[in-house]
C-alpha cells in the first residue's frame, strides 16, 4: 500500500510540494529542538552551580536569604523542565505521526522520500534525548528542592532553640543599671535630630492639617448623611453590618480627618526612610482609630443599628473593650519595636521591654479568648479554648526563660492565624448572607435586580451557586496561604508547591495539573451560566417575531440549552488537559454500560430528544397518560413532569410517553366539546325546553359560535326515560382546560332559566310492589310494628 502511495506520488508530481509541506511544519520543531537543548545546558549548569555553593546546608553558618533565593530558582528550573518534557512528548507525537504518514520504507520509493524519513527519525532521536534530559532535570531539580528545605528547615530549628539571657538575668541587669532609660532617651533624641526634627512652621502647618481634616470630616459628613439612619426589619446581617458602618463612619469622619491629613502631610513633608518618629506615631494613631471604628462596627455599633454579630449584648461589649485593649497593644508595639525607639533601647532595656509588653499581650490574649466561650457561634468547646489559653502560658514561659525567638514565632504564628480565621469567617458570613438577601430579595435594590432579571418570588438566581462557590475557595483559599505565609511555609516550601499546582503530577500515565482543572471549572461554570441566560432571555427574545408556536419556541430553546451544556463540558475538559482522542475510550466504555445496565436511561434520553422534536405534546398541555392526567409542566431529557388538577407532580419517563397511548387535549388546538345532560318533567314543552337550552349555550362567552368547521350549539332529545324527557345540549368551547368551569355554569344558567319559565326537573319515580303487609297474624301483634300501626 504504501509502495502505490509512492507510485501516486511520482505520478501526480505531488513529491516536491508535500515535502515543502513537511518541511514547513518540522521547521519549528527543529527550531524548538535548538532551543530546549541550549536550555537544557544551561539548566544543568546552574542547578551544578547551586549545589556547589549551597548544598549540603550547614544551619550555623548558611544564609536562609540565600536559601530562600535558591528554592526560588530552582522551583522555577523545575517548572520548565515539566513544561520541556510536556513539549519533547508533544513534538515526538507529531514525528511519529509524520512518520505514520510516509509509511514503511520501499524499494523504489522516491530518493526523497527516504531522506525526509531519515531526516524525520533523527529528529526523533534527538527529541528522546531531549525527553531524557528534561526528564533528569526535572529529577535533580525535585531532589536539590527537598535538600534545601531541609536546610532552611535545620536553620529555621537552630534559630528558634536559640536561648539567651532569661527574664530574671534581663530583669537584674536593669536593676544594677537603672540610668539606662536617660541614656536611651537622649540616644533616641540624638537619632530623630539626625533623621530631621519638624521646625516652628511645620509643626504650625500640622497642627492646621489636623483643624482642617476636622473642619473637613465635618463637612463630609453633613454631605453624605442628610438623612437619618433608620434600622430595617428583617433585612440580614449584611444589611445590619452596612448601616452599623454608616452609623460609625457618620459619628467618626471628623477624627479620621483629623489624624489622617496631618499624617499624609508628614509623610510628604518629612523623609520617608528612615521614618522620624513624630511620622509613624502619626500614621500608627491613624490606623489605630480607624481599627477603634472597626470594632466599634463590629461589635458596639451605636444606635439605631442593633447588636448583630455577637450575642449576648454585654458579652459583646467585654469583648469590643478587650480587642480595643489589644488593638492599643499593637499601637504601643509598633511604636517600641518597629521604629526608632527600637534602636534607642539598650540591649537590657529593650529586652525587659520585651517582656513588660510580651506579659500584657499575652494576658490579654488569654482573656479573650476565655471570653469567646459567652459568644453564640463559639466554634470550639472548652477543652480546645483551654488548650490554647495553655498554648499562650507556654509562649510567655518561653519568652521568660530566654526562647525569645522560639516564643516570637509561635505568637506571631497564632495571632496571625486567629485574625486569618476572624476575617474568613466575617467575609464568608457577610458574603452568604448577601447572597441570600439577593435570593429572597429582602432590599429594594435586591427587589430591582431580581426584577431586571425576570425572576419570580420563589425563584433562584440563576448563576448564583456558582458564585456562592467562587466566593468560598477564594475566600478560604486565601487564608490557607495565608496561614503558609504566616507561618513561613511559603518562604520554605512554596519552590515545591507551585510546580505541583502548575506542572502537575503524574499517578501512573495520568497527568494531573490542578491549575488547569481550576481553568476549567471556571470556563465549565461562567459557559454554562452564558448557555442558561442564551437559553431563558435571548433565544425566547428572538423567536418572539417569528411564525413559531409557543411549543417549537419552547423546543428550541431546550436544545440551545443542551447543546450549550456539552459545549460548556467540551470546553472545559479541554482547557483541564484532557485529550479529546480519549473519548472515543469513552464511548466504548459508555457503549458497554448500555449494553449491561444503561438501556433505560439512554432509551429515555432518545425518547426525550423525540419529544422535543416531533412535540406530540408540549409545556402546559393537558394530557392524559396513563392513569395520570395533568398539565404538562416541563420535557427534561430524561422524564417529563406532569402536575395533575390536585396540584401533585408526577415524573413520568420520557419512554412512556412514547410507547404509551397518550391524550393530548390541546395539541392541534385548544378548542373542545362539551356535553351537559338534561332532564325535564314530561309536562314540558320539548321545543321550548330546546329554545332555552340552545339561549344559554350561546349566551356563554367560551361557546364557540360560527366557526367554519364546527357545529354551533345544539340541543338533541335522546329519549323518554323513566321519569323525565332526556335532553342533551352539546356545544364546542375556545378553551378546553375551562371544561369543567363551563359547565358548572351552564348548569346554574339552566337552573335559574327553568325556574324562571317554570319548567319542572321531575324526581325519580319508581313503582312499590309489597309482597306481604305486616298485620295481626294469629291473634297475635306483630311486634316489628309500633302500637298504632298494628291497630
Not at 475538559?573 to 439512554?602: D, P
Not at 430524561?638 to 410517553?657: G, H, K, M, W, Y
Not at 391524550?663 to 321550548?688: C, F, H, I
Not at 324527557?725 to 356545544?731: A, C, V, Y
Request: charged share 20%; hydrophobic share 50%; aromatic share 8%.
Amino acid at each position: 500500500m504504501a509502495q502505490e502511495g509512492s507510485r501516486s506520488i511520482r505520478k501526480n508530481g505531488l513529491g516536491p510540494w508535500l515535502l515543502g509541506l513537511l518541511l514547513a511544519a518540522l521547521a519549528g520543531t527543529v527550531l524548538a529542538q535548538d532551543q530546549a537543548a541550549e536550555w537544557t545546558r544551561e539548566a544543568a549548569e546552574s542547578l551544578q552551580q547551586i549545589e556547589n555553593r549551597l548544598a549540603p546546608v550547614d544551619p550555623e553558618t548558611a544564609d536562609a536569604g540565600a536559601i530562600g533565593a535558591a528554592l526560588r530558582e530552582v522551583g522555577s528550573l523545575r517548572t520548565r523542565a515539566q513544561q520541556c518534557v510536556t513539549t519533547a512528548e508533544e513534538a515526538i507525537k507529531k514525528l511519529d505521526a509524520t512518520l505514520a504518514s510516509l509509511g514503511e520504507a520501499q524499494q523504489g520509493e522516491p530518493a526523497e522520500v527516504t531522506r525526509e524519513r531519515r531526516d524525520l527519525e533523527q529528529q526523533r532521536a534527538a527529541q528522546e534525548q531531549t525527553l531524557s534530559t528534561c526528564r533528569l532535570l526535572g529529577v535533580q531539580a525535585q531532589r536539590l528542592s527537598e535538600v534545601l528545605a531541609q536546610g532552611q528547615q535545620a536553620i529555621l530549628a537552630s534559630r528558634l532553640l536559640a536561648r539567651g539571657p532569661d527574664a530574671w538575668t534581663v530583669l537584674k541587669a536593669n536593676l544594677i543599671a537603672p540610668g539606662q532609660w536617660l541614656i536611651s532617651l537622649w540616644r533616641l533624641l540624638e537619632l530623630e535630630e539626625s533623621k530631621g526634627l519638624p521646625d516652628l512652621r511645620q509643626w504650625l502647618l500640622t497642627l492646621g492639617m489636623l483643624i482642617l481634616g476636622a473642619a473637613a470630616g465635618f463637612g463630609l459628613r453633613r454631605l453624605l448623611f442628610r438623612r437619618d439612619l433608620a434600622a430595617r426589619d428583617q433585612a440580614g446581617i449584611a444589611a445590619n453590618f452596612a448601616l452599623a458602618l454608616a452609623v460609625q463612619t457618620r459619628r467618626d469622619l471628623p477624627v479620621w480627618g483629623a489624624l489622617a491629613l496631618p499624617a499624609i502631610y508628614l509623610l510628604i513633608a518629612l523623609p520617608v526612610s528612615p521614618l522620624p518618629l513624630v511620622t509613624a506615631a502619626a500614621v500608627g494613631l491613624a490606623l489605630f482609630a480607624l481599627l477603634i471604628s472597626l470594632i466599634s462596627v463590629l461589635l458596639v455599633p451605636h444606635a439605631p443599628a442593633t447588636d448583630w454579630l455577637m450575642r449576648p449584648a454585654d458579652a459583646a461589649r467585654a469583648l469590643g473593650r478587650r480587642l480595643k485593649a489589644l488593638a492599643a497593644l499593637g499601637l504601643v508595639g509598633y511604636l517600641l519595636f518597629v521604629t526608632s525607639l527600637r534602636d534607642a533601647l539598650s540591649p537590657d532595656l529593650y529586652l525587659l521591654a520585651r517582656g513588660i509588653y510580651g506579659t500584657v499581650l499575652i494576658l490579654n490574649l488569654v482573656d479573650i479568648v476565655w471570653l469567646l466561650r459567652r459568644a453564640s457561634w463559639a466554634l470550639v468547646g472548652r477543652l480546645p479554648r483551654l488548650a490554647l489559653m495553655a498554648a499562650l502560658l507556654g509562649m510567655l514561659l518561653a519568652e521568660y526563660l530566654g526562647y525569645r525567638n522560639l516564643a516570637s514565632y509561635l505568637l506571631g504564628g497564632t495571632m496571625g492565624s486567629l485574625f486569618a480565621l476572624a476575617i474568613a469567617m466575617l467575609a464568608s458570613l457577610l458574603l452568604t448572607d448577601l447572597y441570600n438577601g439577593i435570593d429572597e430579595g429582602r432590599l429594594g435594590w435586591q427587589r430591582r435586580l431580581r426584577a431586571r432579571l425576570g425572576l419570580k418570588s420563589h425563584e433562584l438566581v440563576p448563576g448564583l451557586t456558582w458564585l456562592r462557590l467562587f466566593t468560598l475557595v477564594v475566600i478560604w483559599g486565601g487564608f490557607l496561604l495565608w496561614i503558609t505565609a504566616i507561618w513561613g511555609f511559603s518562604q520554605q516550601g512554596q519552590s515545591l508547591l507551585v510546580p505541583y499546582l502548575t506542572g502537575g503530577f503524574t499517578i501512573g500515565s495520568l497527568n494531573i495539573v490542578p491549575a488547569y482543572l481550576l481553568g476549567g471549572l471556571a470556563a465549565f461554570a461562567l459557559l454554562l451560566n452564558l448557555s442558561r441566560y442564551i437559553k431563558q432571555h435571548l433565544i425566547p427574545r428572538w423567536l418572539r417575531h417569528t411564525r413559531m408556536d409557543m411549543g417549537a419556541r419552547e423546543a428550541v430553546a431546550s436544545v440551545t440549552g443542551y447543546i450549550g451544556i456539552a459545549v460548556a463540558a467540551l470546553v472545559a475538559l479541554s482547557i483541564a488537559g484532557f485529550e479529546m482522542q480519549n473519548l472515543a475510550i469513552i464511548a466504548g466504555a459508555l457503549s458497554v454500560g448500555i449494553g449491561f445496565g444503561l438501556q433505560n436511561i439512554v432509551n429515555n434520553f432518545v425518547s426525550g430528544l423525540i419529544l422535543l422534536f416531533e412535540r406530540p405534546i408540549r409545556r402546559g398541555d393537558w394530557i392524559v397518560a396513563g392513569g395520570t392526567e395533568g398539565y404538562v409542566k416541563s420535557i427534561n431529557i430524561r422524564s417529563t413532569q406532569i402536575q395533575t388538577f390536585d396540584r401533585a407532580d408526577v415524573i413520568v419517563p420520557n419512554s412512556e410517553l412514547i410507547s404509551q397511548q397518550v391524550t393530548n387535549w390541546m395539541l392541534a388546538d385548544k378548542y373542545g366539546r362539551v356535553v351537559v345532560p338534561v332532564g325535564v318533567s314530561y309536562d314540558s314543552d320539548p321545543e321550548q325546553v330546546r329554545d332555552i337550552l340552545t339561549a344559554v349555550a350561546e349566551e356563554h362567552p367560551l361557546v364557540l359560535k360560527g366557526h367554519p368547521e364546527l357545529a354551533d350549539p345544539r340541543v338533541l332529545f335522546r329519549q323518554f326515560g323513566d321519569s323525565s324527557l332526556d335532553f342533551e345540549l352539546r356545544f364546542f368551547i375556545t378553551e378546553v382546560d375551562q371544561r369543567l368551569t363551563t359547565i358548572s355554569e351552564i348548569n346554574f344558567e339552566i337552573f335559574r332559566a327553568f325556574k324562571r319559565e317554570g319548567i319542572e326537573i321531575p324526581y325519580p319515580q319508581r313503582d312499590l310492589h309489597l309482597r306481604s303487609w305486616p298485620g295481626r297474624e294469629g291473634g297475635e301483634e306483630n311486634p316489628t310494628l309500633p302500637p298504632r300501626a298494628q291497630d
